[in-house]
């Protein structure tokens, strides 16, 4: 949801001619979202995305506002912000929890794999001396 500026950097040696290989840039495009009866016109690659942001915050600022008395607009986008906030650290937790233990889950699952292909080298092993 940010505007680029896609400069194309490089001059031509003097004997050289310009290159006629298309450069794909991704555009930021415009959109219009509505959020707590406020019009933004935002620029971004991906409309789409843009859009379920802005409802996103819009709804966050609703319910802030239907639970307390404050008319204040700035004073609702912050208490919103301070929910999205602790939403993005509960679930980071959350991520950082699940990484750990999927990172012992494959470390222990290589240890048994270690030890069950030892114990089929050493059953190999004995029906070939035996």
């Not at 840039?25 to 802005?54: C, F, K, M, N, W």
């Amino acid at each position: 949801m940010t505007e680029r500026d896609s400069k194309r950097g490089g001059g031509a040696d003097a004997g050289s001619r310009p290159s006629t290989a298309a450069v794909a840039v991704d555009v930021p495009e415009a959109v219009s979202v509505d959020i707590y009866d406020q019009i933004y016109h935002l620029r971004g690659t991906d409309p789409a995305h843009i859009e379920r942001l802005a409802a996103l915050v819009d709804e966050k600022m609703r319910a802030v506002a239907a639970h307390g008395s404050t008319v204040d607009s700035l004073r609702v986008a912050v208490l919103a912000a301070l929910n999205i906030a602790d939403e993005l650290i509960a679930l980071r937790s959350r991520y950082d929890a699940l990484a750990g233990s999927m990172g012992q889950t494959e470390s222990s699952l290589r240890s048994r794999a270690g030890t069950l292909a030892g114990m089929l080298d050493e059953v190999l092993e004995d029906r070939r001396a035996g």
